[in-house]
Structure formats: C-alpha cells, structure tokens
C-alpha cells in the first residue's frame, strides 16, 4: 500500500531540462541503493548524492542542491536537528524526509518546523519518490520565481516612488520660481496678491490685525541712471536681503514693482509693524552707504516707508489695505522722503526715520 502526504497539492512537473541535484541522507546501505537507483533510472542520469550522517552531511556545500532527501532517525542524530542546522545554512532549500510508520508525528513536526514534504516507507513508496521529488522542486521553482517577481514589484515601486518625489520637487522647484522675484529671489506682485488674499480673508475671520507696509527707494531711477544697472541691481538685491532677514515665516516680502516693495505682517498690530518698519528702514540707509560711497548720488540713497493696519482703517478689501499703506508711502516720500509713516483715518501720522 502506497501513504503519500504532502503539505501542498499542486500538480506539478520538472521545468527544467537538466535532472535535479539531489542529496540522500540515509544510514541504510539497502535503503540508500534502492533510492538512489530508483531516482537515477528515472531522471535518466546519476544525480544523488549519499550520505549516512549529520557529521558527513553538514561537511559538504548545501548550495549546490536542488532538494535534499534525508531518514529521520540518523546515526548521530534526528532528521529534525539536521534540517535545523540546514535551515541555518540556507534557509530555502526543500527538505523532504523518508521516514517509517512509526515516527508519522516526527513528520509531521518537520512539516510545520519547515519541512517540504514526507514519504512513509510503506507498500511502493519507492515509486512516489521521484514524484514527490518533482513536485517538491517545481514548488521551490515557483516560490523563487515569487519571489524574483515580488522583488521586481518593489522596484518598480521604488523607481516609481523615487520618480514621483522627483516629480514633486521639480513642481516644487518651478512653483517657487514662478512665485519668486528673480533678481531680489522675494515673492513677485501675483505671489503677494495671492498671500494677501488669504492673509486678509484669515485675519478677517478670526479678529487679528493685519499690517501692510509698502517701501519705495527714493530717487532709484537717477541712481540707477547715473551708477548704471549694475548698481541699481545691487540695491534692488540689498532690499530683498534686509526683508528677508527681517520677516518671519509667517510673514511675506515681495516686489511690489520696479523699486517698490511690499512686507504683509499678519497678526501684528501697529506698535509692532512699526518697529520693523524703522528696522528695515536703518538697517537700510547703513547698508546703502557702502555702494554709492563716494559718488554724485550718495545722499540721494535713501527709504521712504508707509504702513497701514487693517483694523486702524477698517479696510474692507485688501486693495484697500494696500491704498491705504501706498498713501502713507507716497506722503513720507512727498513731504521730505526717508521717512517712516502710519496711515491715520485722517492724515497720516509722520514718524522720523532717526526715532528712537
């Protein structure tokens, strides 16, 4: 009588043109010789390799094995202790155990501790052999083969991440240059439309006040005519790194236009928007000194600053929070320039840019 089990029941057959390596583990000449006859008559070549201990066993390289055949009951060991130190070695490499009647719950521990498969000696068993051995292999095929094909996966899903992030940063990367100014690298006029928009509609709802100071280079134009572009430029650039160094994250600077400039100072009421703007506004005239050192046009470098709060003039749109801080910019530029001034319901409030 025939006892076959095996732990999974696929219909499987040898892929391969090649006959599989094998190794026997057997103590039994007798049994040993019928096994490896049996298997070499049917793969049609001498592919076993034989022997009768754990000792001998573990000497040689388990690598060069397709599947390993081995009795439970060895002379210096179990068939489980074996498979354990296997394991170990290579820790995919099919194990089917032969083994008697007697030692079934043997068999079925090696199973669960990662057997392949298990043959009862019992009736013709010597012809299930090859058949559980082909079986046995196209499984380890199948499972290589899984995970070749899992591995592929994770890396396309890896190029594919890698790709994505790439993609991101790059739309990262032409949404801040297409909101940046690129010569004082602040935000251009549609970027700080866009803040002031969202800025004033947030503050609106919530209650805080909201500052809007606009800057004006006096005389840049007969500066830059008379320095020369490059000049001009550098002082452009001086601004935008003065505005830079002075805005939190919270806070947005851009290029309102050709010299003017533009800081949205949400939640911050006047007292506060002031300090900055008389901040801004000496940090500048210091800095301005060292360009035009020593030219026609040095005492015609200077600032002219306008700030209005949102809930001083009871703005009722952000253009009108920005006419507002544009009047008080305009005023201080009109009645002496280097100035600082606040937008007052009535007239704007002068602040001398030398206060302390």
């Not at 970027?191 to 947030?202: G, K, L, P, T």
């Not at 005389?219 to 002075?246: C, E, P, S």
Request: aromatic share 6%; glycine share 4%.
């Amino acid at each position: 009588m025939l006892r076959l089990c095996t732990c999974i029941d696929v219909d499987a057959s040898m892929t391969a043109t090649a006959p599989p390596r094998l190794l026997l583990i057997e103590d039994d000449p007798d049994t040993a010789a019928l096994i490896c006859e049996t298997l070499s008559d049917h793969f049609r070549a001498d592919c076993v390799s034989h022997f009768s201990t754990i000792e001998q066993t573990l000497c040689i390289d388990i690598h060069q094995y397709d599947l390993v055949l081995s009795d439970m009951n060895l002379p210096d060991g179990s068939g489980l202790e074996l498979m354990a130190q296997l394991l170990t070695i290579r820790n995919d490499i099919p194990i089917v155990f032969v083994t008697g009647e007697g030692v079934l719950e043997n068999a079925m521990t090696a199973i669960r501790q990662g057997a392949y498969d298990y043959i009862v000696k019992a009736g013709d068993y010597l012809f299930a052999i090859p058949i559980v051995v082909e079986k046995n292999i196209a499984i380890w095929l199948t499972k290589q083969e899984n995970k070749r094909l899992q591995y592929e996966i994770e890396r396309t899903l890896e190029q594919v991440r890698i790709k994505n992030c790439q993609l991101e940063d790059a739309v990262r990367k032409l949404e801040t240059v297409a909101a940046t100014d690129p010569l004082t690298e602040l935000a251009n006029r549609r970027a700080f439309n866009e803040a002031m928009e969202r800025s004033f509609a947030e503050c609106s709802r919530y209650g805080h006040d909201l500052a809007c100071v606009m800057i004006d280079l006096d005389n840049f134009k007969t500066i830059n005519d008379t320095l020369g572009h490059q000049h001009g430029d550098q002082l452009l650039q001086l601004v935008g790194r003065i505005l830079g160094a002075n805005c939190r994250r919270s806070d947005v600077a851009g290029r309102y236009g050709g010299d003017e400039f533009v800081v949205l100072l949400p939640e911050t009421d006047r007292l506060t928007a002031l300090a900055v703007a008389r901040r801004v506004h000496g940090e500048y005239i210091s800095s301005v000194k060292q360009l035009v050192a020593g030219t026609a046009v040095a005492h015609l470098a200077t600032m002219s600053i306008g700030l209005a709060c949102m809930r001083d003039t009871q703005a009722s749109s952000p253009d009108r929070l920005i006419t507002k801080a544009d009047q008080a910019m305009y005023r201080a530029k009109n009645t002496r320039a280097d100035d600082v001034l606040i937008f007052e319901p009535d007239e704007p409030q002068h602040v001398s840019s030398t206060a302390s």
